[in-house]
C-alpha cells in the first residue's frame, strides 16, 4: 500500500475579526494517498482546493479553528466534494459569524483519531489562539499540523476575541512540545518549523508576554 503523502498549497484572501479586516496567506494542507485524501483547513478558494485534490476521494475537510479565514471556503468545498467538515464544537461561534446559515457536519474533540490513506492523524485540543483550536498529529509521518497554534518564531495571536495568551502557553507546553523534537510543525500561515527549534524559546516568550 502507498504510503500517505502531503500536499501543500498556498491561497490568499481576508481574515475579519473584531471589526477588522487584513490580507492573508494561508497554508491549506493535503494528507492522503492517489485514491483519498483530507484537507486541513479550507481556506478562500475552493476551486484551487479542489484542483488539488484531483481525482481522490475527500474524506474529510478538517478545520483547526473557526477563524473566517480557515473556514471560509468550506461550504463550497464541501458542496464540490460531498466531504463533510469537522470543526471543534468550542469554535462554532466564530464559524457563525462567517456561515451563519450553514453549519459543520461533525466534531472534533481531543483524542479522536483521522484515518486517511492508512494513516492515523490525532486530534489535540490546544485552545488559546481560539477555544475550539486543534492540532492534528501524524506521527506516521513525522509531522504536526499546528493551525494557527504554534508557529515559525512563536505562539499564534492572543490580542482578539476569545484568545488568551496563558492557555496558548499551556497547550504548547503540554501538548506541542512533549511531541518528538524532529516533528515537523506545518503551520497555519507562513514557514514550517519543527518542534526541537521552537521549544527552547519557550521562556522568552512567556517574558515576552505575546
Given at each position: 500500500m502507498m504510503a500517505a503523502r502531503i500536499d501543500?498549497?498556498?491561497?490568499?484572501?481576508t481574515f475579519s475579526l473584531d471589526g477588522g479586516t487584513w490580507e492573508?496567506?494561508?497554508?491549506?494542507?493535503?494528507?492522503g494517498d492517489d485514491s483519498e485524501a483530507i484537507v486541513i483547513?479550507?481556506?478562500?478558494?475552493?476551486?484551487?482546493?479542489?484542483?488539488?485534490?484531483?481525482?481522490?476521494?475527500?474524506?474529510?475537510i478538517v478545520s483547526t479553528h473557526g477563524h473566517d479565514?480557515?473556514?471560509?471556503?468550506?461550504?463550497?468545498?464541501?458542496?464540490?466534494?460531498?466531504?463533510p467538515v469537522l470543526l471543534h464544537p468550542d469554535d462554532l461561534m466564530l464559524w457563525k459569524q462567517r456561515h451563519p446559515?450553514?453549519?459543520?457536519?461533525?466534531?472534533l474533540s481531543d483524542g479522536q483519531v483521522i484515518t486517511v490513506a492508512g494513516?492515523?492523524?490525532?486530534?489535540?485540543?490546544?485552545?488559546?489562539h481560539s477555544p475550539g483550536a486543534v492540532c492534528l498529529y501524524a506521527p506516521g509521518l513525522g509531522t504536526v499540523f499546528s493551525g494557527d497554534t504554534l508557529f515559525n518564531g512563536g505562539p499564534g495571536a492572543t490580542g482578539r476575541?476569545?484568545?488568551?495568551?496563558?492557555?496558548i502557553i499551556t497547550s504548547i507546553r503540554e501538548r506541542l512540545l512533549t511531541l518528538p523534537a524532529d516533528t515537523?510543525?506545518?503551520?497555519?500561515?507562513?514557514?514550517?518549523?519543527t518542534i526541537g527549534a521552537e521549544a527552547p524559546h519557550l521562556e522568552e516568550w512567556i517574558a515576552r508576554g505575546h
Open positions: 501543500h498549497i498556498e491561497t490568499s484572501g492573508v496567506d494561508n497554508n491549506v494542507w493535503i494528507v483547513d479550507a481556506a478562500h478558494d475552493a476551486g484551487a482546493i479542489a484542483e488539488a485534490v484531483g481525482g481522490r476521494r475527500l474524506a474529510a479565514d480557515h473556514i471560509d471556503a468550506a461550504p463550497e468545498l464541501k458542496a464540490r466534494t460531498g466531504a446559515d450553514a453549519s459543520p457536519d461533525g466534531d494513516t492515523d492523524l490525532h486530534v489535540l485540543h490546544t485552545p488559546g476575541s476569545f484568545s488568551d495568551f496563558p492557555t515537523e510543525v506545518r503551520t497555519g500561515h507562513g514557514p514550517s518549523t
